[in-house]
């Protein structure tokens, strides 16, 4: 068994352990099964078949990328990489990227993973072009090999938060591609950028 493992299921009993014990100690608190509660949080630490979809995202990617600035705006055009791999033990999947964005150097490392609580995927991202992150929660149609997030993204302008929404659609095993759509000045969605993802 790995030391990761092993310390895992060590924090996760010594969890229950004090869970029960506090609970227990309060007249008006429901006793907790400990049984019951491992059960639960094992199941809730464990990857899932809903990690698996993730697996084909492994790997190391070439980058072609699109942007529009706002609807009817000529596109802009860079490249980069990506590296797509796995980390803590295949619960999460972490996404290094290094390229060029309007003339300057780029980075931005993303993670996403499958929440087995909410039983949806959940993505955040950061990047030198920003300082704040960026999240999502989405769901995956196995039949068109496709994830949709709906994403909470920075509006500058605007000096807020504001929901857009993202698909990442693989074509085949060595061919994939992200859309991001965000709201323009009026409110109606526009596809704001669009990378194509060579293995």
């Not at 608190?29 to 464990?46: G, I, L, R």
């Not at 909410?118 to 149609?141: L, N, P, R």
Request: contains cysteine; charged residues 20%.
């Amino acid at each position: 068994m790995k030391t990761s493992t092993r310390l895992g299921m060590s924090l996760c009993a010594a969890l229950v352990a004090f869970a029960a014990t506090s609970c227990s100690s309060t007249k008006s608190a429901t006793p907790v099964n400990a049984a019951e509660m491992q059960a639960k949080f094992t199941a809730y630490a464990t990857p899932s078949a809903g990690h698996k979809a993730l697996e084909q995202k492994i790997g190391k990617w070439k980058l072609a990328v699109t942007m529009f600035m706002a609807p009817g705006t000529p596109p802009i055009q860079s490249t980069g990489t990506s590296e797509v791999k796995w980390i803590l033990d295949g619960r999460y999947v972490e996404d290094v990227t290094e390229g060029e964005a309007m003339g300057q150097p780029f980075h931005g490392k993303g993670l996403v993973g499958y929440d087995n609580l909410k039983k949806k995927y959940v993505s955040t991202w950061i990047d030198t072009m920003s300082t704040g992150v960026m999240t999502g929660e989405g769901a995956y149609d196995a039949a068109k090999k496709t994830w949709t997030y709906t994403t909470s993204i920075p509006d500058v302008m605007a000096g807020e938060y504001t929901k857009g929404r993202s698909i990442e659609r693989f074509v085949d095993n060595d061919h994939w591609v992200m859309q991001s759509f965000t709201p323009d000045p009026n409110g109606d969605e526009f596809l704001s950028m669009e990378i194509h993802y060579t293995r």
